[in-house]
């Protein structure tokens, strides 16, 4: 089990990670891909992430437009492991040369 984060954690946190945003007990980033299989490729990178630390985002796909959501739902809100996984979808982002679109 790991712990809620407290809003001063996740504030400083987000700091760290321009294209995300809080929304309640969320953060979500969109991002633009180069092209619509480039967008599949970020989800699958992301999608193997989130299976090896079992901790899945929400995601939504329109065309070359990406986005994730994070929570920790067992938890009840944002713990560590969403803004691990935020920093790791951020990377593959750049990675694949999609650029926010938040």
Known sequence: ????????????????????TRDGDTIRASYKAPDFLAGIALVQEVAAAAETMDHHPDIDIRWRTVSF???????????????????????EAAR???SSAG
């Open 1 to 20: 089990m790991t712990r809620l984060l407290d809003d001063e954690e996740i504030e400083r946190q987000l700091g760290d990670l321009p294209d995300w």
């Open 69 to 91: 959501a994070l929570s920790t739902h067992s938890e009840g809100g944002l713990t560590q492991l969403d803004i691990e996984l935020a920093h790791q979808i951020s990377q």
């Open 96 to 98: 694949r040369g999609a």
